[in-house]
């Protein structure tokens, strides 16, 4: 398989306010690398940094050092124009489907805008809106609807089109199921799936739910205040966790048996768990 993303010595920090406030450093020298076709997830409690390392990814926040490179290509010295093209190769899903959805403009606006981008011809446009909704099976007649008519996951999946429209080797989903109900969430994991087993897409899967990652990715990167803390195989890593704080956000993680739920949680406690169950 070739590498699509590249992480190397990744720093980022943000700027505080206040006069002669210093920045403040979120992510500390993260390392990580994502084969075309693979799933990578990012896991971690709420603050470790998780989103920061995809929008670092996205160009959304800026990098203070390192190097993020997508297929070769250092993106963090691209110009507009470069991040522009760049956009072909890197898409993202957000947590949110609504909020990353334009409410005044029909879903087909939507899914156009990235094929007018490009510079694909009306015919080409139209015939490729067909494909996008067929593939995240949603009606043809949604392309003249707007994303208010829709649930919670038939939203994510009208993102999930977007994201795809141009075919990118990878696609960053920022907690892409955490808004949706369990049944939907399985849906949608199901969609991705189908989508990186036909067109060869790679994720970068950031969530906090330990057990979507097992099922659905192939490695994982245990994210703690900025620092990757341990990584490897997703299913040794949930099952047999080395790291204290690996072992803290396990026991943390829900289970349908209570009993099984009370002994993880005085084992927890007892150990001076700092991960809440609810992160």
């Not at 939907?184 to 739910?209: K, N």
């Not at 990757?228 to 047999?240: Q, T």
Request: charged share 25%.
């Amino acid at each position: 398989m070739s590498e699509v993303l590249r992480v190397v010595d990744l720093h980022v920090s943000y700027r505080t306010r206040g006069i002669g406030s210093r920045p403040r450093s979120v992510i500390h020298g993260v390392d990580l690398a994502v084969q075309a076709g693979e799933t990578l997830a990012l896991v971690g409690e709420s603050g470790s940094g998780k989103s920061t390392i995809g929008n670092a990814i996205l160009g959304l926040v800026p990098i203070e050092s390192g190097s993020v490179l997508i297929d070769g290509t250092d993106v963090a010295g691209l110009s507009r124009r470069g991040r522009r093209e760049m956009s072909r190769t890197v898409q993202a899903i957000f947590q949110n489907p609504y909020g990353s959805l334009n409410p005044w403009i029909t879903v087909g606006q939507t899914l156009a805008e990235p094929l007018k981008v490009a510079g694909r011809s009306r015919a080409e446009i139209a015939d490729r809106l067909r494909w996008l909704l067929e593939r995240v099976r949603l009606p043809q007649d949604a392309l003249d609807r707007y994303p208010s008519e829709f649930s919670g996951g038939q939203r994510q999946r009208i993102a999930i089109a977007r994201a795809i429209a141009l075919e990118p080797r990878l696609v960053v989903c920022d907690e892409p199921t955490s808004a949706l109900d369990v049944l939907t969430q399985a849906a949608v994991l199901r969609l991705l799936r189908e989508l990186q087993d036909d067109l060869g897409i790679a994720y970068l899967f950031i969530t906090h739910d330990l057990a979507i990652v097992r099922e659905f990715a192939a490695r994982v990167g245990v994210l703690r205040s900025g620092e990757i803390v341990e990584s490897g195989d997703a299913e040794e890593v949930c099952d047999a966790p080395r790291h204290p704080y690996t072992r803290q956000l396990v026991a943390a993680a829900p289970v349908p048996d209570p009993v099984l739920q009370r002994v993880r949680r005085a084992a927890r406690l007892a150990g001076g768990g700092e991960v809440d169950a609810d992160s």
